[in-house]
C-alpha cells in the first residue's frame, strides 16, 4: 500500500504535523482502514514516535500483512491506552476502490474548489493508497488546500475558469 507520491510514507502535500507523525499521516489512514480499524486521535498520540515510525513503515498490503498490522497495533494500544482500537468492518462497497466512478465526495469538492474533474480513467490509474488519500480529503472538513493540491499532485488539474491553478504555499 504504497505510493509512488509518497516514497516516504508522505504526500509532498501533508503538513509539517503529519511529518512529524503528531497527527496520522494519509498513507496510515489507509493502512488502518485496510486493517478495519479506527484509530482515534488521542490513541494515536498515545504512542510514542518509535511506535509510529513502526506503524508509517510497516507492510500492509497481503492478508497476512494486515493481520500482522492489526496484531501490532492492537499490542501497542493495549500497552499505552486503557480503550482499545474499534473494529471498523469495511463494507465491500469502498468508493476509492471503485474504478469505474469517482467518489460522490471528490466530485462534490471538485465542484466547491472550482476544479475540472479528469476522466474517470485517470482516477482507475491511480495507486489504491492515492485514491483513497484523494477520498478522505475529498470528505474532510478542514482546509481543502490539501485536497487542491492532491488534484494537482496526481493531474495537474486545472481551475475551470483560468486554467492551471498554483499549489497553495
Excluded at 492489526?70 to 462497497?93: E, F, Y
Excluded at 478542514?142 to 475558469?161: G, I
Amino acid at each position: 500500500m504504497s505510493s509512488a507520491y509518497a516514497p516516504d510514507g508522505f504526500y509532498p502535500f501533508e503538513g509539517p504535523q503529519a511529518v512529524s507523525l503528531e497527527l496520522i499521516p494519509l498513507s496510515i489512514r489507509h493502512k488502518l482502514d485496510c486493517a478495519e480499524i479506527k484509530l482515534h486521535l488521542p490513541q494515536w498520540q498515545a504512542l510514542d514516535l518509535d511506535e509510529r515510525a513502526l506503524l508509517l513503515h510497516a507492510p500492509c498490503r497481503t492478508p497476512s500483512d494486515i493481520r500482522a498490522y492489526r496484531s501490532l497495533l492492537d499490542a501497542m494500544i493495549d500497552r499505552h491506552h486503557a480503550v482499545p482500537a474499534t473494529p471498523h468492518p469495511l463494507s465491500g462497497g469502498e468508493p476509492w476502490r471503485d474504478l469505474r466512478r469517482w467518489p460522490e465526495v471528490v466530485c462534490a469538492q471538485c465542484v466547491k474548489q472550482q476544479l475540472a474533474l479528469p476522466p474517470v480513467e485517470r482516477w482507475a490509474a491511480l495507486d489504491e493508497a492515492d485514491r483513497h488519500a484523494l477520498f478522505v480529503l475529498g470528505r474532510s472538513k478542514h482546509s481543502q488546500a490539501e485536497f487542491v493540491a492532491a488534484m494537482q499532485l496526481f493531474f495537474a488539474v486545472q481551475d475551470k475558469d483560468t486554467g492551471f491553478r498554483p499549489a497553495p504555499e
